[in-house]
Nanobody, 126 residues
Framework: QVQLVESGGGLAQAGGSLRLSCAAS????????MGWFRQAPGKEREFVAA????????YYADPVKGRFTLSRDNAENTVYLQMNSLKPEDTAVYSC???????????????????WGQGTQVTVSS
């Protein structure tokens, strides 16, 4: 059974930092690209960042470029989302997801992901 478990969410002040983790089990971790998505109240879920299965390539949504950094440790089956210079508009539920690589998938497309975590709340106060 595949499980993705997020941790590290919480409350931060604007300008502060948080580090989210996503621990995976039940899958061959190095065969999956990993992504983070977020959903703010009343809004659609949106792409945040993704990383290729060996970590060679990373992709970021424009609102988080230069502030968020995504990395992975395939030995630990974990991905990390370092979030710096947080803004109130970063407030959302953050979910990690696993994408089995195959022809035609796009890491920015949530519909292409195979497995999802439950999410962790990030709240940034002004």
């Amino acid at each position: 059974q595949v499980q993705l478990v997020e941790s590290g969410g919480g409350l931060a002040q604007a300008g502060g930092s948080l580090r989210l983790s996503c621990a995976a089990s039940g899958l061959t971790f190095s065969s999956y690209a990993m992504g983070w998505f977020r959903q703010a109240p009343g809004k659609e879920r949106e792409f945040v960042a993704a990383i290729s299965y060996h970590g060679d390539n990373t992709y970021y949504a424009d609102p988080v470029k230069g502030r968020f950094t995504l990395s992975r440790d395939n030995a630990e089956n974990t991905v990390y989302l370092q979030m710096n210079s947080l803004k109130p508009e970063d407030t959302a539920v953050y979910s990690c997801a696993a994408l089995r690589l195959r022809v035609g998938v796009q890491v920015q497309s949530q519909n292409d992901y195979d497995y999802w975590g439950q999410g962790t709340q990030v709240t940034v106060s002004s």
